[in-house]
């Protein structure tokens, strides 16, 4: 089975950084449309930051293009895939959560911007990132 699991959360003042990490084992290949997603209280799960790992193209939000940058790192049975915060605002406070899809039309198509549950998509459990 994917697993995902997240870390690097925590709670930073406007104007910030802050670098979020994710793990990424049990796919034989690797080849993920990967990225972040976050939800803030009483918002929709919003797509911030993917990228198609098997040829590193990336994909960013409007909001946070600019500001956010993802980047892999392969190790031999775990795909790591990082989101660095840079300018952090405010509004960017939200459960954070590392999720892949194995095909490249889940990245190509656009559909990472509005991420859903279900078969062959996978989640972790999510860090908190709080802006003051």
């Known amino acids: 089975d994917v697993q995902l699991v997240e870390s690097g959360g925590g709670s930073v003042q406007a104007g910030g950084s802050l670098r979020l990490s994710c793990a990424a084992s049990g796919y034989a290949d690797k080849r993920f449309c990967i990225g972040w997603v976050r939800q803030a209280p009483g918002k929709e799960r919003e797509g911030v930051a993917y990228i198609y790992s098997e040829d590193g193209t990336t994909f960013y939000a409007d909001s946070v293009k600019g500001r956010f940058t993802i980047t892999q790192e392969n190790a031999k049975d775990t795909l790591f895939v990082y989101l660095q915060m840079n300018s952090l605002k405010p509004e960017d406070t939200a459960m954070y959560y590392c999720?892949?899809?194995?095909?490249?039309?889940?990245?190509?198509?656009?559909?990472?911007?509005?991420?859903?549950?279900?078969?062959?998509?996978?989640w972790g459990q999510g860090t908190q990132v709080t802006v003051s």
């Open positions: 999720a892949a899809d194995p095909t490249r039309s889940y990245c190509t198509g656009g559909y990472w911007r509005q991420p859903v549950m279900g078969p062959n998509k996978y």
